[in-house]
């Protein structure tokens, strides 16, 4: 991945988190599990977050299919001090972000969908 693509993933990652400051942290990950880019606080690690987004969206994907759910396009996870949504960005990545506690879950949808459309075309 050239510097210029993952610059324009990390910018992009920064202006969905101005757009929705409810989204605390955001990264795109590769199925794979490898982190492409990634907008996180110092105390958020980075392998931890792509392994884990790797396996929940794998998961994911084959509960949707097995059920007859059609493709993936997000897995949702509420806890006690927020949330944790992925967001399937084509084939090959997955855009994950951490929200607050009582955000407007509805804008921060929104939000995701305009990024992954973007972040889509950056990868090419």
């Not at 990634?38 to 987004?53: G, I, K, Q, T, Y």
């Not at 305009?114 to 950056?122: C, G, P, V, W």
């Amino acid at each position: 991945m050239d510097v210029s693509k993952t610059e324009g993933m990390v910018n992009r990652l920064r202006e969905m988190q101005t757009a929705s400051p409810e989204i605390e942290a955001s990264a795109v990950v590769s199925v794979d599990g490898l982190i492409i880019a990634s907008a996180l606080p110092a105390e958020v690690e980075e392998d931890r977050v792509s392994a884990m987004s790797a396996a929940m969206l794998s998961l994911g994907d084959r509960i949707a299919m097995e059920l007859g759910r059609g493709g993936l396009e997000q897995v949702y996870i509420r806890g006690d001090h927020g949330y944790v949504i992925l967001s399937s960005i084509g084939e090959e990545a997955v855009l994950t972000a951490l929200a607050r506690e009582g955000a407007k879950l509805g804008l921060v949808f929104l939000e995701m969908r305009r990024a992954a459309k973007d972040l889509e075309r950056i990868l090419g």
